[in-house]
């Protein structure tokens, strides 16, 4: 079957660097997406990742190893606004994104 | 940037009524647009994708009836819960890819709440 994991829960603290990881078994692949979602609101784009390595956006960097079904996100110089839950999402081969339950983060001051 | 509208962002109803949620892509044409629900603290939930032109693929446990789906253009998509009740009371969000592969694009969701 198809399933995406990744933890429930992480806490940070401001300023620091956290990475969430996600592992994914999908049917096919399509490639591997980083969402940010604060609560009540929709999710926000982050990240896409279809080849093998690191891609960096500013403080937010994502990479995937499509050999291991793996992908991280590194969120770098922590903000209070930061605090929100991550989503991880894997296109499978019909492009269907398979979701992950996501990973709340908490950042203390 | 791709923009996908969806109205309205809030709406209470009374139980037994039904409720309309129009989404709407700004700038590109959806082809397919994806329909989710999120109850809170949880994660995004499929429940149904919509092709223009054609009827909607529901997820497994997904009534139909209940929520009628419309794609009848390339740029609208709407859902309709029929027969509101109380746990309906929900957050709807509609996403559409401008094209295969591509990052969806979320509305803003509409929080629905049924009395």
């Known amino acids: 079957g198809q399933n995406i994991d990744q933890p429930t829960e992480m806490t940070a603290t401001e300023g620091a660097i956290v990475q969430i990881n996600c592992t994914y078994q999908?049917?096919?692949?399509?490639?591997l997406f980083w969402y940010q979602q604060h609560a009540g609101e929709a999710p926000t784009f982050l990240s896409y990742?279809?080849l093998d390595g690191l891609e960096e956006k500013g403080r937010f960097s994502s990479f995937l190893s499509r050999s291991k079904g793996y992908s991280y996100l590194l969120l770098k110089e922590l903000q209070m606004k930061d605090s929100a839950s991550y989503l991880c999402?894997?296109?499978?081969?019909?492009?269907?994104?398979?979701w992950g339950a996501g990973t709340k983060l908490i950042i203390k001051p | 940037g791709a923009v996908v509208s969806q109205h309205p962002s809030r709406v209470i109803c009374k139980s037994g009524t039904s409720v309309k949620i129009e989404c709407r892509s700004l700038?590109?044409?959806?082809?397919?647009m994806f329909w989710y629900r999120q109850f809170p603290k949880q994660s995004l939930m499929l429940m149904a994708t919509?092709?223009?032109?054609?009827?909607?693929?529901?997820e497994q446990g997904v009534e139909k009836d209940k929520f009628l789906i419309n794609h009848a253009s390339l740029t609208l998509s709407t859902l309709t819960v029929t027969s509101a009740h109380p746990e309906d009371s929900s957050f709807y969000i509609c996403?559409?890819?401008?094209?295969?592969?591509?990052?969806?694009?979320f509305g803003n969701g509409t929080r629905l709440t049924v009395t």
């Open positions: 919509s092709n223009e032109g054609s009827k909607a693929t529901y």
């Open positions: 999402a894997a296109m499978d081969s019909n492009y269907q994104l398979i």
């Open positions: 700038d590109f044409q959806a082809t397919t």
């Open positions: 990742n279809v």
């Open positions: 999908t049917s096919g692949f399509n490639g």
């Open positions: 996403s559409a890819p401008d094209r295969e592969s591509s990052p969806l694009h």
